[in-house]
């Protein structure tokens, strides 16, 4: 199985998202994952649609927006238009979750849902065909910076068992991300529960402010390591 990881620019630094997008790519990210909050479905307010505009040039590597916000549909062609590659969203913030990821997928993007710890998965079962990313949230949405929910790993085995059963079927693959509290010493663990893309904010953007263009090379290498061994 491949891994990606994709630092959370929740904990990144705001005056300098150029360079933080930048640096972190060139240190070995795989993706960028890019929080939406709009105060309303979270309690908490972050970014939209110019800001992700704004780091489209900084990178050609995959922008990741998970968007916490409700209702859906009205801005999903605002983050595609500004240069989004996969668009995922709650369900709870949909009214119909299977038009809206048809809209995701017709804006030229990839599509997913979302699971918070106590959203059922059984929300999966009729939208297999248009989902390309599950992601499960090993926190409650909202804040950076939260400890992982244990009880994620019982729920990621049975995504994991889902998205197989569905594959063997089909031949079509899903990633299986997961957002929350995820260091250096669960990230093996959180793979062998069938993760395969792994949200990490302060756990990478907490290795430094300073200037060092490098500062994010010994995180993510640490990484790397342990996922190897599984």
Known sequence: MSFRIAPSLLSANFAKLGEEVANVIASGADWIHFDVMDNHYVPNLT???????????????????????????????DFAKAGADIITFHPEGSEHVDRSLGLIRDSGCKAGLVFNPATPLTWMDH????????????????????????????????????????????????????????????????????????????????????????????VLASLRSALAGV
Do not use: W
């Not at 649609?49 to 990178?59: D, N, W």
């Not at 409700?70 to 999903?76: A, E, F, G, S």
């Not at 990633?175 to 663990?189: F, H, P, R, S, T």
């Open 47 to 77: 970014i939209g649609p110019l800001v992700c505009e704004a780091i489209r040039p900084c990178t050609t590597a995959p922008i990741d927006v998970h968007l916490m916000v409700k209702p859906v549909d009205r801005i999903v062609p």
């Open 127 to 218: 939208v297999m065909d248009k989902l390309d990313v599950v992601l499960l949230m090993s926190v409650n949405p909202g804040y950076g910076g939260q400890s992982f929910i244990p009880g994620t790993l019982d729920k990621l085995r049975e995504a994991r068992a889902k998205i197989d059963a569905y594959t063997a079927r089909t031949g079509r693959q899903i990633l299986l991300e997961i957002d929350g509290g995820v260091k250096v010493d669960n990230i093996a663990e959180i793979a062998r529960a069938g993760a395969d893309t792994f949200v990490a904010g302060s756990a990478v953007f907490g290795a430094g402010r300073d200037a060092d263009p490098h500062r994010y090379d010994s």
